[in-house]
Structure formats: C-alpha cells, structure tokens
C-alpha cells in the first residue's frame, strides 16, 4: 500500500516561495507517475482537483500552464520525496495541495485526477496580496 505524506505548507505574500516535500512510502518499484494538485473551496470532489505538476518514471515533467515558469516538480528516488517548488506565488494559488501517485501513468491521463488511486492528506498553501 503506498502512503504519502505532505508537508511544506503555509502562509506566505504575493511574490513569496514555498517548497512542498511529499514523502512516499509502500513503492515496489519506480514505475510510478507522481503529480501534485490542488483543491479549492467550492469543489470537494476528488475528481475536481486541479492538476499542477507531473513526473513520471522517466523524469519528464509536465506543468499546468498557470503555473509553468513558476513552480517545479522534481523528485529524489533515494529518499523517496516528491517536491515543488513554487516561486513568485499568486493569490491564486491559494489552496489545498494534495501529493498523487499512480502505477504506469502517463500523458496526457497525469494530469487528471480521477486516474491516481493513490493520495496524501494535503497540505494547505495561502497566498495574500
């Protein structure tokens, strides 16, 4: 069973930077695509949550495009952490950001919800202007 944990939240202005880590635990192997999301109030379900970032087992990323330029997904195999970065941060990024994991993912199904089996708690990141 893979189990993720989120942290790296919290509140911070307009412009500032967060770097959210998501450790993962339970994995066989590397075949897994990980992705981070985001939940806004207003839209509970699972399904609603906004795709933000991808990698998959090969190391290729792909970006929302409200965020591209701005965050960055990586991730370290031998810690097993997922990570974001996210620079010059917006009001509009205010919300839940969830960390994902699916066995043998890939574009363009990464970046939809419904498709990860596997989700952490969240972790709450407020932006105010």
């Known amino acids: 069973q893979v189990q993720l944990v989120e942290s790296g939240g919290g509140s911070v202005q307009s412009g500032g930077s967060l770097r959210l880590s998501c450790a993962a635990s339970?994995?066989?192997?590397?075949?897994?695509?990980m992705g981070w999301f985001r939940q806004v109030p207003g839209k509970e379900r699972e399904k609603e949550r906004e795709?933000?970032?991808?990698?998959?087992?090969?190391?290729?990323?792909r970006y929302a495009d409200s965020v591209k330029g701005r965050f960055t997904i990586s991730k370290d195999n031998a810690k097993n952490t997922l990570y974001l970065e996210m620079n010059s941060l917006k009001p509009e990024d205010t919300a839940m950001y969830y960390c994902?994991?699916?066995?043998?993912?890939?574009?363009?199904?990464?970046?939809?919800?419904?498709?990860?089996?596997?989700w952490g708690q969240g972790t709450q990141v407020t932006v105010s202007s």
């Open positions: 339970g994995y066989t192997d590397f075949s897994y695509c």
């Open positions: 994902a994991a699916q066995e043998r993912l890939s574009a363009p199904y990464d970046m939809v919800a419904g498709y990860y089996n596997y």
């Open positions: 795709g933000v970032a991808t990698i998959d087992s090969d190391g290729r990323t």
